[in-house]
Every structure is written in C-alpha cells, then in structure tokens.
C-alpha cells in the first residue's frame, strides 16, 4: 500500500515509489507503509467519509459539523502525563506533581507500543502544520493517528500549511504518535494506569496511549511550547486569549473555566487574535494555535453566536447528544460529559485577525478570577510585583453544591492559569511577563466576574455583565487608569474609586458589604490564609518582593 493525498496516484495504478513522507516515518518509526495505507493531509470531505465509514458513534449534525466520540475518555488525563527524564531538559523542567519523571527505558517501551499499534491499523492517517503564527518562531508539527476524527482535530486546532509549504515542509520539529485506542501496560515501571501521555523533549516525540480524548494532542503542543520557547528563544508562552483594538492596542485575558475569558475576550469592537494560547516574543504577540476549542455546554446563538455559528461543515463536536433523527445537536445535555467541545478553523469567527499575531507589544494584561466569596473588588490595579503573585497563584472558586461535602465556596488555584501545562517552575513565566510589562510600559488589571455584597452561598449577586464589559471598556480608553484609587484592606490591591457607567458602591466590597465590616474582615481574612497556603508550594523559587505582595495577615 502506498501514501494516498490524491495528486500522486499514477494513472495506471502502478505503485509509486515511496514518498519523502512514507521514508521518514519508515526510518525513524518503522511504520511499514508496505502494509499500512498513510493518508497525507486529507481533505475534509474524505476525512469526514472515512469517520462514518470505519468509526463508531460518528455523524453529521445539522449544522453540518462532525460528531465524533473519543471513547471512555471524555477529558484531559493530567495525572497520566509524563515527561522523559533525559539531559537536554531535565535541569529546567518543574518536577513534581505537574511533571511526573519517565525513564528513557519506559519511555522507549511506551513508544514501541504505540508504533507496533500503529503498524496494524489498515490506514494510518498524517498531519503536517505548524504551531505559532509567527514565522520566526512556528514549529513544524506532523501527527501520526489512527482516527480521522483526530486528524480533522489537528486540522482545524493547528496552522494549516498552503500548497507551497507543504512542499517545503521536509523533516518535522515534533512528532505526536496517538496510538490512544491502544492501552498502556499499566504493569510497567512507571503507570499508574491504562492512560499514558509522555513527552520527549530530547527526541522531539509525544506518544499517547489508553486516551482517545482528542484535546491530549493540543494541549501536549501547548506544553512543548510552555518548554522550547522559553528555554530556545526567550519568547513567553501563555495559557491566555487575546484582541486587539482598532488602534492596535493589544489586551491578553487570563483564566481559569467560568471566568469569562471566551466571552470577555469574544469583543465585537475587537480583533480576535486567539481564545486560548499565545507567545509574547520581542516583536510582538502570536497565536499558537490555527482554531478554536470551544466548550458546548449551555452554548446557544443568543448567548455565544460566534461559537454557535462556527458549528458547521469541517468543525469537529466531541461527546455530544444529538436526535438521531433529525440530527439536531441538544447543548444542554451533558449525558454523556458535560466537557462538550468544538474544535473549528479560527477564520470560522468573523472578526478573527488573520494571520493571528500583531506586531504590537500588549497594552493590558488583564488575570480573571470568579470570587464567589465576594472578597474581591471587582476591578484592581496590580503592581509589578503583584502581577507575579496572583499570576503564579491563578485563583478561582469552585461553586457550593457542586459537589457533595461543599456548603460554601472553595477556592481554586492553577498556577499562572495553566498549571497542568506548564514545564519550568511558576516564577519563570511570572519573571519574564513581568520584565515584558515592565519594558513595553503594559498595564495589569485583576478582574473579579464573581459576587458582591455577600458569598454566592449566602445571598449574594453576581456582578452584572454589564458593569464587567463597562470596566473592561474604561481600562481599553484609558480612562480607568487616571481615576483615584484607594488600597484593599489585606491584599493590598489598588482599587478605583470611581468608573464610567459602573455604580461606585460595588467598586469597593468592603463598603457594601451586607453583613457590616467586621463580617467583611473575617471573610477577607479567610481567603487571604488561603492564598498564603497555596503559595507555600512556589515560595523557595519566587523572590522576597513577590512573596511580600501577597495578603498582608
């Protein structure tokens, strides 16, 4: 069997000879393209096809997308991701909790398994593209997969290639094997499980076993790219969306799920420049990424109509409910996950900025938190210092209710918002945004989407959307950075006295709220103590003016 691409199948049907792609996968991989068929950068159509041919649960929805299943896995598997503890990386990579060691031994047992699976599927499926818009710093990424639901995911989630750089494409920087229909061993030295999701940095390789869940694969680049920027090229990676305004002015949004990143970010007086990943380098801000991975739980037009209208031919749905006669997809039904995804084509939302970069350094860096405590004012300017603290913190609230045990709201944190992703230690990340903001002179803002007045668990309300977007509005003309400020008892934070077209009595929660000031004192020393906790764990790497901008107790 040989690659089939449609332009280099001979008119007589005799076997070409073996195609620089079908070599390279030989020599470094042995997949034997003599009994596998490779399927080279498919077409959507074809790809479509081949999913409602040879796997199950697949449909066309309505709207025309791809409804795929990824199987029992229907989310990410941190805790099954590992990284080989080889010489190229193993002085700078984070160990811990985060980055779990694999020896080169396992790792090499891990990567036979997954190529002796491979090399039994009847048709393997390839994918060429490039991580990062910008040229100077894009990677060369080639997927090697099983699924054609995986591949139309790396399609749309990566930067697809033109017809001309696919020619030119040649040797890949980092090669992802998904064998995740194939389980681990989970008896080897090492598993804890049947999932296994391991990183090589010094081979260039990812392998994915025991997981079909198709977000392993974006986010195992995200990860390569929180290492290989910084280490090789000085250049920030960031778990972050971005816009950019009409004069150029570049904002990146922080956060962790239910803060409103997507919805704040999604501006339509605004260029999107990507929902979820990007790099700050010397010349300006890129995205990582070619597409969008959108949740779909609750999604309606009313609400998110970009999401919503992007759902069409060549976007991909993962685990959702649909009629079976109609075809008709029912967003509210979390049966079967309630992490229903899209992955589409960025140029599917209509104010997308294409190429996504600007050569504009940002002029905001904005960190959401949803308090649900209704402890934190609603907008504050940070320091310097303080930008380091509550980016390395990256906190957030869980809801009362959502789990049994929980009667008021608990606090999360993930380091500089994307603890699961990240390789070098927090302080790293947190020191580089800090001397980019401090040499493009960018303002930093803690944005609270969550309550006021009173805890979510005792009555309070949660901050109109309205006042958000009307905040979001003063700190985009400028206008918020020229008002008085007042500081916010215990964490010390900068808060505005007054802003356009938000009511002043909600800027300050020590002054609304409901159950009198000594009540307020006691909650806003609570969560104070918890900051503090958390940020035990990153103390020994961070310096004594980043520890000291944190709750004063």
């Not at 390279?24 to 034997?32: C, E, K, R, S």
């Not at 997981?211 to 390569?224: D, F, H, N, Q, R």
């Amino acid at each position: 069997m040989s690659i089939v691409n449609q332009t280099n199948l001979h008119p007589n049907g005799v076997k070409p000879s073996p195609t620089e792609v079908e070599e390279h996968l030989a020599n470094v991989a042995n997949i034997d393209y003599n009994n596998v068929t490779i399927q080279y950068n498919t077409s959507v159509p074809a790809l479509y096809e081949d999913a409602l041919v040879y796997e199950s649960g697949s449909a066309i929805s309505s709207a025309g997308a791809l409804v795929a299943s990824s199987g029992a896995k229907t989310g990410r598997s941190p805790k099954d991701k590992r990284l080989v503890d080889e010489p190229t990386s193993r002085d700078d990579v984070w160990w811990g909790p985060v980055n779990t060691k694999l020896s080169p031994e396992v790792w090499q047992i891990n990567r036979e398994r997954a190529i002796d699976y491979l090399n039994t599927r009847s048709r393997l499926y390839v994918v060429d593209a490039f991580a990062g818009w910008d040229p100077k710093y894009r990677i060369k990424v080639r997927v090697v997969c099983a699924r054609a639901y995986h591949a139309l995911f790396m399609r749309n989630m990566l930067i697809r290639p033109t017809a001309e750089e696919i020619k030119t494409f040649g040797v890949p920087d980092f090669t992802i094997y998904n064998a995740g229909a194939f389980p681990a061993n989970r008896y080897t030295s090492g598993m804890t499980s049947s999932t296994s999701v391991d990183i090589n940095f010094q081979d260039k390789e990812m392998v994915i076993l025991g997981t079909e869940y198709a977000g392993e694969m974006k986010k195992g680049i995200l990860t390569v790219m929180f290492y290989l920027m910084p280490v090789k090229y000085n250049v920030l990676t960031l778990h972050s969306s971005a816009n950019e305004g009409k004069t150029g002015d570049v904002t990146l949004f922080f956060g962790l799920s239910g803060t409103g990143k997507t919805t704040l970010s999604a501006d339509p007086a605004r260029l999107l420049i990507g929902d979820d990943e990007h790099c700050w380098s010397d010349t300006g801000v890129f995205n990582v990424e070619g597409g969008c991975y959108a949740k779909c739980l609750d999604l309606s037009v009313e609400k998110e109509p970009d999401i919503f209208n992007a759902i069409r031919f060549g976007s991909v749905l993962e685990n959702v409910v649909f009629d079976p006669i109609t075809r008709e997809v029912d967003y509210y039904d979390a049966t079967l996950t309630e992490n229903t995804r899209c992955a589409y084509p960025i140029e599917y939302i209509p104010n997308a900025k294409i190429p996504c970069l600007s050569d504009n350094h940002p002029t905001n860096i904005i960190l959401l938190t949803c308090d649900a405590r209704g402890v934190l004012p609603p907008i504050s300017k940070l320091t310097n210092e303080q930008v380091m603290y509550h980016f390395i913190s990256g906190y957030t609230s869980k809801m009362a209710g959502t789990e049994d045990g929980i009667t008021e709201p608990q606090a999360t944190f993930s380091a500089c918002f994307g603890q699961p992703f990240l390789v070098l230690h927090p302080m790293r990340y947190a020191q580089m945004l800090a001397d980019k903001m401090a040499a493009h002179n960018a303002k930093a803002w803690l944005l609270n989407t969550g309550w006021t007045g009173r805890s979510a668990s005792k009555g309070g309300s949660r901050c109109p959307l309205k006042y958000t977007r009307a905040i979001l509005d003063a700190i985009h003309s400028g206008e918020l950075a020229d008002v008085e400020y007042e500081q916010f008892e215990t964490f010390n934070l900068y808060v505005p006295k007054t802003c356009p077209n938000v009511p002043a009595e909600i800027l300050n929660p020590a002054k609304s709220w409901a159950d009198g000031p000594a009540d307020f004192g006691v909650e806003v020393g609570k969560l104070g103590t918890l900051f503090a906790e958390n940020f035990e764990k990153y103390r020994s790497g961070c310096s004594k003016e980043v520890i000291a901008a944190g709750p004063a107790l």
